[in-house]
């Protein structure tokens, strides 16, 4: 049948349902059996011509309308469509690591940054666009784990991490690939530091030295950091707590003797002595030995050592002086009528005087009552009886002179005076 002579009937066109919603079309043929349809569409809308679905993969085609023209006849629409593809950017971008791209609502970051946006109605010709998102970010977090010794302090950032404080997160602006920020996640591993003891008994006068610090009966305890002393290379801790063994000798007070004097040391122990060690060395062969009486013409001094079972060692030390002046004892006073040895006048010195070579005495006139030599001291039969020429003498005071000679042969004098009473 010729087209000129199809009668255009009414046809209906319903489009189906879209993306966007339902959409219904009437279009209306009169007086054809033939229509050609043609329009444009977006690429995800749909339409029912009759019986059959156009969409962008069938975008053409011949729909029978049986009885759809006006007498009754057939209706033949040719349907010829376009179907708009959506626009489609690409956002491909470089981006610090904690940044943050909204599109269409949705946020792309460093942990979600590869996606595809439809955004409704977004393309000029009011059709749908599409945005593929590929999205990029800068390295910039690190890791940084480490071992340190406890003590020791990590600063990031201005922050310190240490034993107390072992991890953390932080942000160093700027200073990352593109002047990004930079993220440093801290992780710190901490050795404890070898501890030790020293706990020790030591003798009275021992001491020790521990890292440059001494440690003895005044000082008994504390503790001590060595740097980097412990096999991890950390600092090692050292306690110290000694105790100390109290020995002593005691040789007595210093002394002063006259020449010739005998003098005996008997030592004090406050341990139990195993040796003896004398500075200078006694006159006798016995380590153990206690110096003995020893008469002494200077002074001396002596230092004794002890040494108990255990190593420790004790000393003393004692001075004695020997007086340069000899020690002669002459009586003020007597009375030839006593009972014997107090009626007599003589000398008494100490031993180390030998002899008394002359002795001298007189009246206040000067005259000489007695003179005798070589008298033995300590000899009241030596003396003088209080007579002169067989006679008691009167009372009075009367003037004595002697002279007297040491052990080593020098002389030396003596004078008083002697008061005779009855």
């Known amino acids: 049948m010729p087209r000129s002579a199809i009668t255009w009937l009414m046809a209906t066109f319903i489009a189906a349902t879209t993306a966007h919603g339902a959409v219904a079309a009437q ?144 942000r160093i602006s700027g200073a990352g690939a593109a002047g990004c920020d930079s993220i440093i996640r801290i992780n710190l591993n901490v050795l404890v530091p070898p501890f030790s003891i020293i706990a020790d008994t030591l003798c009275a006068d021992d001491f ?75 006159p006798c062969q016995d380590s153990l030995c206690v110096i003995p009486c020893i008469e002494l013409s200077s002074t001396a001094y002596y230092r004794l050592i002890a040494t108990d079972t255990n190593g420790c060692a004790a000393s003393d030390e004692i001075r004695i002086f020997v007086a340069n002046e000899d020690r002669v004892y002459a009586p003020n006073v007597f009375n030839p009528d006593a009972p014997s040895p107090n009626n007599r006048f003589f000398i008494s010195t100490d031993s180390d005087v030998a002899i008394v070579r002359r002795m001298l005495i007189a009246d206040r006139w000067g005259g000489i009552l007695f003179d ?20 008691t003498v009167q009372v009075g005071v009367y003037t004595y002179w002697m002279e007297l000679e040491r052990m080593d042969g020098t002389r030396f004098e003596k004078a008083g005076t002697i008061s005779v009473v009855r």
């Not at 729909?63 to 626009?87: E, K, M, R, Y």
């Not at 005798?372 to 006679?391: C, E, F, H």
């Open 27 to 170: 279009v209306a043929v009169a007086d054809t059996s033939y229509f050609d349809y043609r329009d444009t569409f977006c690429s995800n809308q749909t339409l029912l011509i009759g019986n059959q679905i156009f969409d962008a993969s069938n975008p053409s085609g011949i729909v029978f309308l049986p009885g759809a023209a006006s007498g009754g006849n057939d209706s033949v629409i040719f349907v010829n469509l376009v179907f708009f593809q959506p626009p489609i950017t690409i956002l491909s971008q470089s981006l610090c690591g904690g940044d943050t791209v909204w599109v269409n609502g949705r946020a792309y970051h460093s942990k979600f940054f590869i996606g595809e946006e439809i955004v409704d109605d977004g393309a000029a010709n009011g059709c749908d666009s599409i945005i593929r998102v590929n999205l990029s970010f800068y390295p910039n977090e690190l890791e940084y784990e480490a071992t340190i010794c406890e003590g020791d302090t990590i600063f990031f950032n201005g922050k310190a991490y240490h034993a107390f404080n072992t991890s953390g997160e932080e």
């Open 208 to 282: 020790l030295i521990v890292n440059g610090q001494r440690y003895d009966r005044e000082n008994r305890a504390g503790l001590e950091i060595l740097p980097g002393a412990g096999t991890n290379g950390c600092d090692s801790l050292v306690y110290l707590s000694l105790d100390f063994r109290e020995g002593w000798v005691y040789l007595g007070e210093d002394r002063e003797v006259s020449r010739g004097d005998t003098v005996c040391i008997t030592p004090l122990f406050g341990l139990v002595p195993q040796s003896l060690e004398w500075q200078p060395a006694p």
């Open 372 to 391: 005798k030599n070589d008298l033995i001291p300590d000899d009241p039969m030596q003396g003088w009886d209080g007579t002169w020429r067989g006679k």
